[in-house]
């Protein structure tokens, strides 16, 4: 079974600094690999996806994430923190089919 | 506009009275969903269907329901609600491939009390 580890529940940044989230998984076969992102009162978000083509993948709002089989990582980047960024962000697998499988999630604080 | 639409938003209820929430997609997906949300946890899944009269558990199915009798309606029944399911609830669609990303209702915030 598939599982994904978010490092860190809270991640707390300046405007304008690097945004840094980390998201591990273990699967048994090649997954397809998502990050989501949740506003206030809102329902999840596509940010990006991977799908086996470029292993560093562009998103929405400048977000990128780069896949690194080695590491089984898939983190999620963004070199300037906007105040707009300030959500909660969800990294998910699914090796295949449509059984996604979600990490704890990861909320962003930006600071002035 | 695509959307899936929850309703209701808010609900406030006590332990064993059935409640009904229902969801509706307008992009003709195949597949829908249900998840909880709780802090710490991430997104669960509860149940979900890969088409009519097709549904099947996820990962934490116990004291729900659903039923997919049209395409684009998949209502999550609680025959019996209990405290311990007071959570923030999703419905979400998607086409039928695995790499398709899920497309989400904006929540049911429900308490049991």
């Known amino acids: 079974a598939q599982s994904v580890t978010q490092l860190g529940s809270h991640v707390s940044v300046s405007e304008g600094a690097l945004v840094l989230l980390r998201c591990n998984y273990s699967?048994?076969?090649?997954?397809?690999l998502f990050w989501y992102v949740q506003y206030p009162n809102q329902g999840l978000q596509l940010l990006l996806k991977?799908?086996?083509?470029?292993?560093l993948v562009k998103g929405i709002n400048d977000f990128e994430a780069e896949f690194k089989k080695s590491e089984t990582s898939f983190h999620l980047t963004k070199p300037s923190a906007h105040m707009s960024d300030a959500a909660e962000y969800f990294c998910a697998v699914t090796p295949a089919g449509n059984k996604l499988t979600f990490g704890g999630g990861t909320r962003v604080l930006v600071k002035p | 506009e695509a959307q899936v639409t929850q309703n209701p938003r808010y609900l406030i209820t006590v332990t064993g009275k059935k409640l009904t929430v229902t969801c509706s997609q307008n992009m003709n997906h195949e597949y829908m969903s249900w998840y909880r949300q709780d802090p710490g946890l991430g997104l669960r899944q509860i149940y979900y269907s890969m088409n009519v009269e097709v549904t099947d558990k996820g990962d934490v199915p116990e004291g729900y329901k659903v039923s997919r009798k049209e395409k684009r309606n998949f209502p999550l029944i609680l025959e019996s609600p209990s405290p311990n399911q007071t959570s923030l609830y999703f419905c979400a669609s998607s086409t039928s491939t695995g790499q398709s990303p899920l497309h989400f209702g904006n929540g049911t915030r429900l308490t049991v009390t």
């Open positions: 991977y799908t086996s083509a470029a292993t």
């Open positions: 699967s048994s076969v090649p997954p397809y």
